[in-house]
């Protein structure tokens, strides 16, 4: 009898070890699935994008060009291959726009919802929309009003009058503007994500909620340093980024509400 025991325990054990090495092995499928979808969906992208290298060129350079309000804007490249692998890389930050950052998003929520409980479900979407919205939100106001008040606050220290015997006039090299455009732009994003772990924090119980209400004056001063560290140094522009972080806060605190209720 106690053979016959030892038997079945075995038996039982190497049946749980071959259900998890199928469960890892299903899992790892799918995420070798998912994976695939993603590389596939960036390259089209890209391929998309340098089909109109020219449109997206424009669409990055468009900033500049209407604050120097010149007939025949030109900029220029040193190096024989800039101007080609400046394409590629316009090409590129396209596809990690339109296709990286909301498809790892939706991937990831494919992924998780179906082992999560229906409350954690609901969490789980609510900041992954969240992150979403405040993404398309962070580039929006950062391409149509801080880049511009950046730019023009650079371009104002050009020289070009007649009292002085030399001038100082804006000769852009393409492949450094688009550099400092992808630089800049990510540093907005990612400034507009730190409202998104405020409210995914308090749905996962990592912050508790009446901490946040009796610090909220401390939360507006540090969003306001983020604020005036971002942009250029005047008023309008730090207060054109610190007045949207601040209400995606306020967002974060809301839909925290409503899931608890």
Same mark, same amino acid.
């Given at each position: +009898?106690?053979?016959? +025991?030892?038997?079945?325990?075995?038996?039982?054990?190497?049946?749980?070890?071959?259900?998890?090495?199928?469960?890892?092995?299903?899992?790892?499928?799918?995420?070798?699935?998912?994976?695939?979808?993603?590389?596939?969906?960036?390259?089209?992208?890209?391929? #998309?994008?340098?089909?109109?290298?020219? @449109?997206?060129?424009?669409? &990055?350079?468009?900033?500049?060009?209407?604050?120097? +309000?010149?007939?025949?804007?030109?900029?220029?490249?040193?190096?024989?291959?800039?101007? &080609?692998?400046?394409?590629?890389?316009?090409?590129?930050? *396209?596809?990690?726009?339109?296709?990286? %950052?909301?498809? #790892?998003?939706?991937?990831?929520?494919?992924?998780?919802?179906?082992?999560?409980?229906?409350?954690?479900?609901?969490?789980?979407?609510?900041?992954?929309?969240?992150?979403?919205?405040?993404?398309?939100?962070?580039? *929006?106001?950062?391409?149509?009003?801080?880049?511009?008040?950046?730019?023009?606050?650079?371009?104002?220290? @050009?020289?070009?009058?007649?009292?002085?015997?030399?001038?100082?006039?804006?000769?852009?090299?393409?492949?450094?503007?688009?550099?400092?455009?992808?630089? &800049?732009? %990510?540093?907005? #994003?990612?400034?507009?994500?730190?409202? %998104?772990? #405020?409210?995914?924090?308090? *749905?996962?119980?990592?912050?508790?909620? @009446?901490?946040?209400?009796?610090?909220?004056?401390?939360?507006? &001063?540090?969003?306001?340093?983020?604020?005036?560290? *971002?942009?250029?140094?005047?008023?309008?522009?730090?207060?054109?980024?610190?007045?949207?972080?601040?209400?995606?806060? @306020?967002?974060?605190?809301?839909?925290?509400?409503?899931?608890?209720?």
């Amino acid at each position: +009898d106690r053979a016959s +025991d030892y038997g079945s325990e075995g038996y039982r054990f190497e049946s749980f070890q071959t259900y998890n090495i199928q469960m890892i092995n299903l899992h790892l499928n799918e995420i070798k699935w998912r994976i695939f979808y993603l590389i596939t969906g960036i390259l089209n992208t890209f391929f #998309v994008g340098y089909i109109y290298s020219y @449109e997206v060129l424009f669409l &990055f350079t468009k900033p500049l060009i209407e604050i120097t +309000d010149k007939p025949n804007a030109s900029f220029i490249f040193t190096e024989l291959t800039e101007a &080609f692998f400046i394409q590629i890389e316009s090409s590129f930050i *396209i596809a990690i726009i339109f296709a990286f %950052c909301p498809l #790892v998003l939706i991937h990831l929520w494919l992924y998780l919802k179906p082992s999560l409980f229906e409350y954690e479900a609901k969490a789980l979407t609510n900041i992954l929309i969240l992150f979403l919205i405040s993404i398309i939100f962070g580039f *929006i106001i950062g391409y149509s009003k801080i880049i511009p008040t950046a730019w023009q606050f650079f371009i104002n220290f @050009e020289l070009n009058l007649e009292t002085l015997p030399y001038s100082i006039m804006l000769e852009a090299k393409i492949k450094e503007y688009i550099d400092l455009l992808f630089r &800049f732009t %990510c540093m907005i #994003v990612l400034a507009f994500q730190i409202p %998104c772990f #405020v409210g995914a924090a308090l *749905i996962t119980s990592l912050i508790k909620i @009446e901490t946040v209400i009796t610090k909220r004056r401390y939360i507006f &001063f540090i969003v306001w340093l983020i604020a005036a560290f *971002i942009t250029p140094p005047d008023i309008i522009s730090q207060i054109v980024m610190a007045i949207p972080l601040y209400f995606f806060i @306020e967002v974060g605190f809301l839909i925290y509400f409503l899931i608890k209720k």
